[in-house]
């Protein structure tokens, strides 16, 4: 329905303003390696100086951030993106190894080997299903469970890409889809504060994901090969890191009296999912309600 | 049973349902981001998408947070506390893993 062209026409006259110049980048978009020419010839580094938030227009500057499928906020694909994101995420990527380790322990208990715990991580790239995974497997493989299981946990991966698009509109296919391979749920929050300050860099999530599959793969053959040598992660917090990533981001992503009522509904959608619903729906079902709310507020 | 593979030994039906695993996970990452890059947006669908962010990261901590005990409360206050004085991601990750490991012995 609200795909019809002729709600859509609605919406745009509502906002005339800025019909002729939506128009024309949609026209962009469309042509997948103009859109690619034009932002990476742009010059990077005026675009990432000019759009640094500064305590004086920071008010501003979140408001672009937060409309910014309205601005014309410069996103190039770059090697300084790359490196941004590969560097800002080490830290968070030596998170990741510890957990990498924990998924390794147990993939050799459940008899998978070095080699096969190590294309699991290369290949799936999600931490949460992988482990689930491993504690489902026995002899003979439960196929269908261990499937099916993998696709309701990480269905919330489809929210979290959707989300990107607003930076990701002017990026080819490739970009778009090559970058989603590695993303997980500790680059994605790194990628969302990145852009959301309008630094612009496309290539974040890519280089992120780059520090974390590493990580995450390296640890993985540490982890299998040392077995039970090295202890239960929440001994040392590791468990932790994830949560904590997250709550730095809700510093970041509060965006005044706005953010309130959809984070109220998330919120209690979440709550009340993750006790009635086993397994990760809670996350997918509250971004969905919140999402939601805001396409009827705005109807109003 | 583990000690008995071989390193590098790789199950055909092992690796099947990895790849599947790989196959299914891409396809839950792009899935998304494909069905949104397809269709054009109202501005009301590009509002909701906008708030995604901020009700994803809230509806991944919540029930984490729920979960949780004392420590993990205490640590998740340092976490924020650190963050909203110094905006380092990285000083209030490491107060985090501290205040956690911290907390969970003292409690």
């Known amino acids: 329905m609200e795909f019809d062209p002729e709600t859509d026409e609605y919406a745009d006259s509502e906002a005339d303003g800025r019909r002729s110049e939506r128009t024309s980048r949609r026209a962009d978009g469309r042509e997948d390696a103009a859109a690619d020419v034009t932002p990476a010839t742009a010059e990077p580094n005026t675009a990432s100086t000019t759009a640094t938030p500064t305590a004086e227009n920071e008010a501003t500057a979140t408001e672009i951030a937060a409309g910014a499928t309205e601005t014309d906020t410069a996103v190039t694909f770059d090697r300084d993106g790359l490196r941004a994101g590969f560097l800002k995420t080490i830290p968070v990527a030596l998170g990741v190894g510890g957990y990498g380790i924990a998924f390794g322990i147990l993939a050799d208990q459940a008899g998978l080997s070095v080699a096969e715990a190590a294309l699991m991580s290369a290949t799936v790239v999600a931490g949460a299903s992988q482990i689930v995974a491993v ?166 | 049973m583990a000690s008995d593979a071989l390193i590098l030994s790789l199950d055909p039906l092992v690796v099947a349902v990895v790849l599947a695993m790989a196959l299914i996970t891409f396809l839950t990452k ?64 490491c107060t985090g893993v501290l205040a956690v490991v911290a907390f969970r012995m003292a409690f």
């Open chain 1, 135 to 300: 504690e489902l497997w026995a002899d003979p493989l439960p196929i269908a469970a261990v499937l099916v299981t993998t696709f309701a946990i990480n269905l919330r991966y489809s929210l979290m890409g959707a989300a990107l698009q607003p930076w990701f509109k002017r990026l080819s296919a490739t970009k778009v889809y090559g970058s989603l391979f590695v993303m997980a749920d500790e680059n994605w929050a790194l990628t969302m504060r990145s852009l959301k300050s309008n630094t612009g860099y496309g290539a974040f999530l890519l280089g992120s994901g780059i520090a974390v599959w590493l990580a995450w793969v390296g640890a993985t053959i540490v982890g299998t090969v040392a077995g039970g040598v090295v202890g239960d992660p929440t001994t040392y917090g590791f468990d932790f890191i994830l949560t904590a990533v997250f709550l730095a981001l809700t510093a970041e992503l509060w965006e005044g009296q706005s953010s309130l009522l959809p984070w109220t509904v998330s919120l209690a959608t979440a709550l009340i999912t993750a006790e009635l619903v086993p397994g990760r729906w809670y996350i997918l079902l509250g971004g969905l309600a919140a999402a939601t709310v805001e396409v009827i507020r705005r109807g109003e």
């Open chain 2, 30 to 93: 792009v899935g998304g981001i494909w069905l949104v890059r397809r269709f054009e947006l109202s501005d009301r669908l590009e509002a909701g998408l906008t708030v995604l962010p901020g009700a994803i990261v809230i509806a991944v901590i919540g029930p984490e947070l729920a979960a949780g005990g004392p420590a993990e409360w205490a640590a998740g206050g340092a976490v924020l506390l650190v963050m909203w004085r110094t905006e380092s991601i990285l000083l209030a990750l």
